[in-house]
C-alpha cells in the first residue's frame, strides 16, 4: 500500500516538462510560456511587454558556444529575434519584447509565434533533442 501512495505521489507531482526530460538524454531548450501585460498608454497607443520563456527541459546542458534565437512573429511577419544563452539542464531564461497598438485595436485581435531558432556551432552533438516543443502561439 505504501508503494502506491508513493508512487501515486510521484506520478501526479511530475510535470510535462520534467516527463519530457527523462527521454530526452542531450539538451532540449523549449519555449515553456508566453505572456503579455499592459504597461502604459499613450497618445492613442497600448504598450504591451510580452515576456517568452525558455526553459532546458533536457537531461543536459548545451554547450558554451551554441548560438540560438527566439524569433518573434505576428500574423506570420517577423519583427525580431532575441539572442538566448545556452542553458543549462533545468535552467530557463526569459526574453521581453515591447509591442505598441493602437488604444481602440479589438482583443485578442493580435496573434503572435515564438519560434526557437538554432544556431548549432558545426562539430558538435545536437544541442536541442526535438523541436516539438519550439513553437509557442500566443493572443493579445
Known amino acids: 500500500m505504501l508503494r502506491f501512495v508513493f508512487l501515486a505521489i510521484f506520478v501526479l507531482g511530475a510535470t510535462p516538462a520534467a ?7 542531450g539538451a532540449d531548450p523549449a519555449i515553456v510560456s508566453a505572456t503579455s501585460r499592459l504597461v502604459g498608454s499613450d497618445a492613442g497607443s497600448n504598450h504591451y511587454r510580452l515576456s517568452i ?13 551554441v ?3 527566439v524569433d518573434i512573429f505576428e ?8 539572442g538566448i544563452p545556452p542553458l543549462k539542464a533545468g535552467q530557463n531564461y526569459t526574453i521581453t519584447y515591447m509591442y505598441n497598438r493602437a488604444t481602440d485595436a479589438g482583443d485578442r485581435t493580435a496573434s503572435f509565434r515564438f519560434q526557437l531558432d538554432m544556431r548549432q556551432p558545426t562539430g558538435t552533438s545536437s544541442q536541442n533533442c526535438s523541436a516539438a516543443n519550439d513553437r509557442y502561439r500566443l493572443t493579445v
Open 53 to 65: 520563456t525558455v526553459t532546458n527541459v533536457g537531461g543536459q546542458g548545451q554547450a558554451s558556444n
Open 19 to 25: 516527463a519530457f526530460a527523462a527521454n530526452c538524454a
Open 67 to 69: 548560438l540560438q534565437f
Open 75 to 82: 500574423h506570420g511577419t517577423k519583427l525580431d529575434a532575441k
